[in-house]
């Protein structure tokens, strides 16, 4: 046995041959394309412990100097979702009488959302993702670093887990969602990030038919 830096830890690569790695790297691609953000909830209750499961997977994500500058808030009781509605509501109203540009308002058509948000009570869980723009150790300020790109890749990962459990979600940004951090009572180093509703989709529930760039629209090789 070979010894190793202290600190550090053999890596255990899991081998697949060529065959395999196509038809894995296939299959994921295929089950990833079907997930779609849904704006209609059924209210049918999911286990948390699956709640669990994908919030750890989110915390899987790589993150700058390692600091998972993250806190993911779980809100099942109805108070606080009733609490949501109403100030994600009053904000959405804004937005859409005023504050979005006439450009943004067009280029939301397809979706035919307006600032209503009844999801936001119907649906089992919203999860809450907020940012830690410094840690706070005591009484003092660490930095965290790359904060903006650490949690976005940990809320695709908490996306891709939500689809791969069978479940559904929409990345809703109600903004400004300083109302979060208030209803949640959060800590002054947390900033609310998305809010994301998660459960089953409604009977019947349908979305939007849009097409996904080509692999020539996105990707150059060099
Ligand atoms: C950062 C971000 C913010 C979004 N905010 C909202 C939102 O506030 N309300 C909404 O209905 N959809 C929102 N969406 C969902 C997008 O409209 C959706 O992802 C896009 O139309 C593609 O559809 P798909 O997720 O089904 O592939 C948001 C998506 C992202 C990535």
């Known amino acids: 046995m070979p010894d190793h830096q202290p600190g550090f830890i053999p890596y255990a690569n899991e081998v697949l041959s060529p065959a395999e790695m196509a038809e894995r790297s296939q299959s994921f691609f295929q089950q990833m394309d079907r997930r779609r953000s849904l704006r209609?909830?059924?209210?049918?209750?999911?286990?948390?412990?699956?709640?669990?499961?994908?919030?750890?997977?989110?915390?899987?994500?790589?993150?700058?100097?390692?600091?998972?500058?993250?806190?993911?808030?779980?809100?099942?009781?109805?108070?606080i979702k009733k609490a949501i509605r109403e100030a994600a509501e009053a904000e959405e109203y804004e937005n859409y009488?005023?504050?979005?540009?006439?450009?943004?308002?067009?280029?939301?058509?397809?979706?035919?959302?307006?600032?209503q948000k009844p999801f936001l009570e119907i649906a089992p869980y919203l999860i809450v993702v907020f940012k830690k723009?410094?840690?706070?150790?005591?009484?003092?300020?660490?930095?965290?670093?790359?904060?903006?790109?650490?949690i976005g890749i940990a809320t695709g990962f908490l996306l891709a887990a939500i689809h791969q459990a069978g479940l559904v979600a929409l990345t809703?940004?109600?903004?400004?969602?300083?109302?979060?951090?208030?209803?949640?009572?959060?800590?002054?180093?947390?900033?609310?990030?998305?809010?994301?509703?998660?459960?089953?989709?409604?009977?019947?529930?349908?979305?939007?038919?849009l097409k996904r760039k080509e692999l020539s629209e996105i990707a150059v090789f060099y």
């Open 40 to 79: 209609f909830f059924s209210d049918q209750t999911v286990d948390r412990k699956v709640i669990e499961n994908i919030i750890l997977t989110a915390s899987t994500a790589p993150s700058g100097a390692h600091k998972q500058p993250w806190t993911f808030c779980v809100i099942a009781d109805p108070g």
């Open 133 to 150: 723009i410094y840690d706070q150790v005591g009484d003092q300020q660490r930095k965290n670093y790359y904060v903006n790109e650490s």
């Open 97 to 115: 009488h005023g504050r979005m540009t006439p450009e943004w308002i067009e280029d939301l058509l397809p979706f035919g959302t307006d600032w």
């Open 172 to 209: 809703h940004t109600p903004s400004p969602m300083n109302f979060l951090q208030k209803i949640l009572q959060r800590p002054s180093n947390e900033r609310a990030f998305m809010l994301i509703p998660v459960g089953f989709p409604a009977d019947n529930a349908e979305v939007p038919d």
